[in-house]
């Protein structure tokens, strides 16, 4: 363990310890796992656990019973659950017979339930009934009209028409649902396949087998199912757990939904390659989630900083005690001696669905001077970076921003529905579409989105480098893109955060001091933090900001 | 819209709307037209959805060659799931292996095939294949539809990117490879050939190969959906029954075996028939010997099962230039290749090294292996066959990597010295490799004369033509091609020869 007074302990090599023969298949991991760590806890979601023993026990029976019902490598396994222990034995189950899981967002409406479950062309869903105000079998109904649970399976729908089979948590007991559309059905069948079979089938389970498709967030376009191998994908988190130290002495807290990469991999997958722990809480109230830190004091913390900004808030935060939180990007809830004094002048890091988790950064957890400020580093083990003008293709030098392209085993196998030609270069580079700049250490700065870059007039500019000075010179938050413009072909605009009024003739005199002409906004709006439009992934709306703009 | 958008099946509805009265498919005295061909495999696909057929399914293919087998090969494609083709020629366990590395879900199987219980035999290696859920017998395939409106939903949801089939090959004594192509590489695959092979919309022509394997697979039943073509196609056959065929059915390209070719042009049937239907892309010996090719004048087509067949040609009725005489043609659209020296370097014009190749018609993979242990950062797959391309691009073929050996220290391999063996007027054919002769490797030879030439007499008129490490020390006479040791698959079993050669007679004064 770290000594808790430190705020970074030293890295050196020894104290990681890379385990040379890691499992390369889910299977070999879940028993490897199992045997090394017993009745060690695997995950806490709040008041549930489940143990690496539990883990391998309990997805063996629900595998024995997906056997029963006809699944078997290949066969697409939706998942639709919060993070919670039924999660994690359902996607154990499926990959460890070589189906290939596809976890499902809990925040989808009936329309994108349908469309996710139809484009991954799904063949059997397993789902809980309920989370927090979401009725699932409701939505589910809605979705697939075709859906009768008093009637006997399987299904048929014209919507989803490989679906046959919905098997749903906690529904026992309930007149109007026959046995057959219950998750204890696959309990109760598993008695059908014995365990020389399930081991039969497990022996046939290879590296190369695709694992999951995890689906993209869809901030800019539908949402695009990526599919990633066995081998690959524990690799890949093995290599991500090397760089940020993360053993099997560590339990890690993380919030990220395990339907998305950073859940799936970064948090869940990576802590059992880890022989970690993993703790979580889905509770809405700050108390809540302070008392599960408390009791488990995890000792890392992973995630998005917003996930948690409400929790200092609240007025039992003061005299708890989080002082097991050593290390991690969760600052509002690290303790004072484990947080950087300036949070910017700690590296990034770049992760993507695409690179089954983090692609650029550096293990690095010292403060970063001045010049190096926004750093994501470089690229990670087994991964090849590049930056290339987004227009003509070709190489950048340092300090010219372009695409940040990509290569390596670790990257996805590709998307669902889209050749490897449409998606890949001919020399295998995967063109990630967001904008960076290299300089000449290597260290990768980010530029924002290729498709953001703002063209006025026959020129480029950043959003990124606008919202920098802004921040910089006014101390407003800001979102910069380009609006239509029938002469320009686009205008800069910047949409301020203020609850207050701003100066927007003194905001313009400044910038003009620090900007380019052609890089000053031309357009302003100034909205509430609350006013912004989000996804339901807690991104930016880019489209209905823009038509605010349009509105206005 | 690129042909390949809708997959094998868009295909299927285009040709039989577009080339409804057409035959698809000519076998012995059976045929069957895109409309006929169209309307039965949607059935069978809606039967297939009935009994569970998806994507994520993979059938498995245990049948002879006829209209029966592009049925339910089709029928398969169009409810998304995987086509799985096995040789009718397997012994058990190589049917367990093939079974297990396709992890097939389903099998479709003739009953009994020349002397064969195959269903007996799928019954004996079912245990260790779990994968394996369902086996219909070819004769008692599902008939009950899905419900209404499914089949046709899961077949709109078939795209290029979707795998087709899995075609297992093997290399001269490699494991037996399972190789994946998708809807897409697989059409575009087939479509680069059309024009160096001389297959157009409405030709006629004959592949008699079998459809488990890529040739008869990829370069006949595909290429000729492709092409709006028809296929035909016999059972086995006499060379008098085969130019029966040709001429009843107004074949306009022969694809057959070259020595299928010569067997049909020695038959005393042939010189009475009418073949006047037959293009000048056919096999030479079958043509009229006006039109017929000088020897060497055309390009030896050439691909393999990870390019889905030919991926380098040049036109068949047209001679190459000069300088390309004895090249396989250019490398077709969608193909690149690459020659890499034993570094994974490229090596440049006139140097031999490594075929490799990339593109779009490339296979996606191989089963059970991780594609960065298949393909080169860069996406290269290593072929194994040895080459140089020319300053004009013509690729030249120079044997398999894994022939070539060394005779003190030098270089040989076996496709150089065969081809100065043909090229001496005592040679039918010969088969060259190395064989072991007091620890050291040394060439030996199994020749076919073209007269009565003893060993002696080849191995003198041999050191006239090769340098002295190339010429063969061992050598074995064989009274026809048929002694040859084969593996199932028709090619020369390499260990098979070596213990021929190994046992076979110095020539006089050869020294090891």
């Known amino acids: 363990m770290f000594p808790t007074e430190e705020a970074a302990p030293p890295m050196t090599s020894e104290t990681v310890r890379c385990e040379d023969d890691l499992p390369l298949t889910v299977t070999a991991l879940v028993h490897r796992r199992a045997e090394q760590y017993g009745t060690k806890r695997l995950v806490v979601c709040d008041d549930e656990s ?503 | 819209m690129a042909p390949e958008v809708g997959g094998i099946p868009g295909l299927l509805r285009a040709r039989a709307t577009g080339s409804a009265g057409r035959a698809a498919l000519v076998h012995d005295d059976a045929s069957i037209t895109y409309a006929e061909l169209g309307a039965r495999t949607r059935d069978l696909a809606g039967a297939f959805a009935g009994a569970g057929l998806t994507k994520s399914s993979r059938v498995g293919v245990l049948m002879p060659n006829g209209i029966d087998w592009a049925v339910v090969a089709y029928a398969v494609s169009r409810t998304g799931a995987t086509l799985v083709p096995l040789s009718t020629l397997l012994r058990p366990p190589e049917l367990e292996a093939q079974l297990r590395q396709a992890s097939v879900t389903h099998l479709v199987a003739v009953p009994r095939y020349r002397n064969r219980f195959h269903l007996d035999e799928i019954a004996e290696v079912r245990p260790r294949v779990p994968s394996l859920r369902v086996v219909w017998t070819a004769d008692d395939l599902p008939s009950d539809p899905a419900p209404r409106g499914i089949a046709e939903a899961l077949e709109e949801r078939v795209t290029a990117a979707d795998d087709l089939a899995i075609l297992f090959t093997s290399g001269s004594r490699g494991v037996p490879k399972g190789v994946i192509h998708t809807h897409g590489n697989a059409i575009r695959a087939a479509a680069s050939g059309l024009d160096a092979r001389c297959i157009g919309p409405g030709e006629r022509i004959y592949i008699p190969m079998p459809f488990f394997w890529t040739g008869g697979f990829a370069s006949g039943l595909i290429t000729a959906l492709v092409a709006g073509a028809t296929l035909l196609i016999e059972s086995e056959s006499t060379p008098a029954e085969t130019i029966a065929f040709l001429e009843r059915e107004r074949a306009t390209l022969f694809r057959g075996w070259p020595d299928q070719a010569a067997r049909i042009a020695a038959d005393p049937a042939f010189s009475s028939a009418d073949l006047s239907s037959l293009g000048p892309g056919s096999l030479p010996a079958i043509q009229p010997p006006e039109q017929r090719p000088t020897p060497g004048t055309r390009a030896n087509t050439f691909g393999m099962t990870e390019t889905f067949g030919p991926y380098c040609g040049s036109r068949l009725d047209t001679d190459l230039p000069p300088s390309a005489r004895g090249s396989c043609g250019k490398p077709f659209d969608g193909v690149e290749v690459r020659i890499l020296d034993d570094n994974g370097h490229e090596r440049g014009p006139g140097e031999q090294g490594e075929i490799a190749v990339r593109g779009p018609n490339v296979m996606r993979g191989i089963v059970g292996r991780l594609r960065s242990e298949i393909f080169t950062r860069d996406g290269y797959y290593r072929t194994g066959d040895l080459g140089h391309l020319d300053a004009d691009g013509y690729l030249f073929y120079a044997g398999r990597v894994d022939d070539m050996f060394k005779v003190s220290g030098a270089t040989v391999y076996p496709s150089e010295v065969e081809a100065a063996l043909h090229a001496s007027p005592l040679v039918a054919r010969a088969f060259v490799t190395n064989v072991s002769d007091n620890g050291a490797d040394t060439v030996g030879a199994a020749v076919v004369p073209s007269g009565d030439a003893t060993v002696d007499d080849l191995y003198a008129d041999a050191r006239e033509r090769l340098s002295a490490f190339k010429v063969p020390k061992r050598w074995a006479v064989l009274a026809s091609v048929d002694d040859v040791p084969r593996l199932a698959t028709g090619k020369v079993d390499k260990t098979g020869l070596q213990a021929l050669l190994t046992s076979a007679p110095r020539p006089t004064g050869a020294t090891p």
């Open chain 1, 50 to 552: 489940l143990t690496y023993v539990e883990a391998e026990r309990d997805s063996a029976e629900l595998a024995r019973g997906l056997l029963a019902v006809g699944a078997g490598k290949g066969t697409r396994v939706g998942l639709l659950f919060p993070n919670t222990p039924a999660f994690v034995v359902s996607w154990l189950a499926a990959t460890r017979i070589g189906a290939v899981a596809v976890p499902l967002s809990t925040f989808s409406t009936a329309v994108e339930l349908a469309d996710l479950l139809r484009r991954a062309d799904v063949d059997m869903l397993l789902s809980a009934r309920s989370f927090r105000s979401h009725d699932y079998v409701e939505t589910l109904g809605r979705a697939i009209p075709e859906l009768d649970l008093g009637a006997p399976a399987p299904l048929w729908s014209t919507t989803v028409p490989s679906l046959r089979r919905v098997f749903v948590s906690d529904i026992h007991g309930d007149d109007a649902v026959v046995d057959d559309w219950q998750l204890d059905e696959l309990r109760r069948r598993a008695g059908e396949v014995d365990d020389d079979v399930l081991a039969a089938v497990e022996a046939e389970v290879s590296p190369a087998d695709p694992m999951v498709v995890v689906h993209t967030s869809g901030s800019t376009s539908a949402p695009k199912g990526v599919v990633h191998g066995q081998g690959p994908l524990l690799r890949h988190q093995q290599n991500l757990n090397e760089r940020r130290h993360f053993t099997d002495d560590e339990i890690l807290f993380a919030n990220s939904p395990w339907f998305w990469i950073g859940g799936f991999a970064y948090a869940l997958l990576g802590s059992m390659v880890a022989g970690g722990g993993l703790v979580c809480s889905n509770a809405s109230d700050a108390a809540t989630v302070l008392d599960v830190l408390e009791r488990e004091r995890p000792t890392m913390t992973n995630g998005f900083a917003a996930s948690v900004a409400h929790i200092p808030d609240d007025p039992t935060f003061a005299g708890r005690d989080l002082s097991s939180m050593r290390r991690g990007n969760l600052y509002p809830i690290m303790p004072a001696d484990a947080r950087p004094a300036d949070p910017g002048l700690r590296y990034n890091m770049l992760g993507m669905t695409e690179a089954g988790g983090v692609c650029l950064g550096t293990e690095d957890e010292t403060e970063l001077p001045e010049e190096r400020r926004g750093s994501f580093g470089g690229p990670v083990t087994g991964l090849e970076s590049r930056i290339v003008d987004p227009d003509t293709g070709v190489a950048c030098a340092p300090g010219e921003v372009g695409v940040l392209q990509l290569r390596g085993p670790f990257l996805m196998e590709g998307y669902l529905g889209r050749e490897r030609l449409e998606v890949f270069d001919a020399d295998q580079w995967y063109p990630t579409g967001d904008l960076f700049h290299v300089d000449d250490a290597g260290h990768h700065y980010f530029h924002g989105r290729a498709g953001d870059m703002i063209k006025t007039g026959g020129a480029n500019v950043s959003p990124r480098e606008v919202e920098g000075v802004i921040a910089e010179h006014a101390g407003l938050r800001s979102h910069v893109l380009g609006i239509d413009d029938p002469t320009k072909g686009q205008v800069v605009a910047a949409a301020l955060l203020s609850d207050d009024d701003v100066d927007l003739e003194q905001l313009r005199t400044m910038l003009r001091d620090h900007l380019s002409a052609y890089k000053v906004p031309r357009r302003y709006l100034v909205l509430a933090d609350d006013e912004v439009p989000m996804m339901s992934s807690g991104k930016l709306d880019a489209r209905a900001l823009k038509d605010r703009f349009d509105g206005a």
